[in-house]
């Protein structure tokens, strides 16, 4: 299959700041759509790399660049004044940024799983066996506003208690989160993919709650978590419908892909400038990753409701956002019509 990705893939990974999803060609201003994403090698955002791969990204005249995040500037800011046309990241910034006063959509629902799992010590695993122990625990989460905080705190309050009634440390790096784990300051840890393996590997912690499938996350959720999702300014949708539905129907496209080919048949597909060299490590993260992203395309209604009652419990500030107004379904639902 033709590619530009491999050779544009290095330039970025050696500071050219941006991936052209197709060659360079003569493309109309109004025709060129600029992705930014939230750590494009990170092993949650595969599906922008084979949607790449897969041509999906091309069509109707459409030139999509994908750029890296920028930690001097908020995604929302580049949102907002036109910098960028859409960003793939978790759900929960469109709450976030419309208690701001910033409004933004997902028009494409990628992840419904956190991809993550919650792990305990070793040592006091008899202590916490589910949610119902988790009074009085001490969990390495992260920031305030992170998704893992997000998950320690829906974890707490799917066990009957109050997000005061834990202790929330914030993430050291592997090492000292283990280091933490061992020696007693810690009880638990929220681990996505593929740091849990690393505590599991050093027999430190063992699996307190798997986060990565969907059942796993209704399991111990009582929902799905909207987690990876495309999303767009609402005026900006408004104003270039054609941008959402062109984006929408090449994740719908990738997610099908995603949920009918093998981890082997999707990692063929990934270049080694993303991959990384060692292709067997690679493969099997990416093993633990694909039930993350075991849907259609459609935002969980339910899931969403949820994400936004954990915010609020955290947040007060949280608790004015509207919820119909953090996502659409109108072009995922477009696009399944037009492509299945």
């Known amino acids: 299959m033709k590619s530009s990705f491999a050779l544009a893939s290095l330039l970025f990974l050696l500071g050219g700041g941006a991936v052209h999803a197709a060659a360079p060609e003569a493309v109309a201003m109004d025709k060129r759509i600029v992705l930014l994403v939230d750590e494009v090698k990170a092993i949650r955002n595969f599906p922008v790399i084979l949607a790449e791969r897969l041509g999906y990204l091309k069509g109707d005249g459409m030139d999509v ?16 004044d036109g910098r960028v046309d859409a960003v793939l990241a978790y759900y929960h910034h469109n709450i ?13 629902t990628l992840g419904v799983t956190p991809g993550a799992k919650v792990l305990v010590a070793n040592r006091v695993r008899d202590k916490y066996r589910g949610v119902a122990d988790l009074k009085g625990s001490r969990i390495i989460a992260g920031g305030d506003g992170s998704s893992k905080t997000t998950l320690a705190n829906y974890l707490v309050l799917a066990g009957g208690h109050a997000i005061a009634d834990y202790q929330r440390l914030g993430a050291g ?3 000292k989160n283990l280091a933490a784990l061992r020696d007693g300051s810690a009880d638990v840890v929220v681990a996505p993919t593929p740091d849990g393996d690393f505590y599991l590997a050093q027999g430190a912690a063992s699996v307190f709650a798997d986060l990565t499938t969907v059942e796993g996350t209704r399991k111990n959720l009582g929902a799905l978590f909207p987690s990876s999702t495309v999303f767009m300014n609402r005026e900006r949708v408004k104003q270039r419908p054609d941008i959402a539905q062109h984006l929408a129907d090449a994740f719908v496209r990738t997610l099908s892909f995603i949920n009918s080919h093998s981890a082997e048949e999707i990692a063929a597909l990934i270049p080694v ?8 490590a690679y493969l099997a993260i990416l093993k633990q990753e694909i039930p993350m992203f075991a849907n259609d395309g459609r935002m969980p209604a339910e899931g969403a409701a949820k994400e936004l009652g954990v915010l609020s419990a955290f947040n007060p500030a949280y608790k004015d956002v509207k919820i119909a107004l953090t996502y659409t379904n109108e072009f995922v639902d477009v696009a399944l019509k037009k492509h299945f």
Request: proline share 2%; charged share 30%; glycine share 8%.
């Open 96 to 108: 976030v940024s419309q208690s701001k006063g910033l409004y933004s959509e997902a028009i494409v």
């Open 173 to 175: 790096g592997k090492e």
């Open 273 to 280: 400038e993303v991959s990384g060299k060692d292709r067997a």
């Open 65 to 80: 660049t994908i750029v890296n995040i920028r930690d001097e500037v908020p995604h929302a800011q580049m949102l907002a």
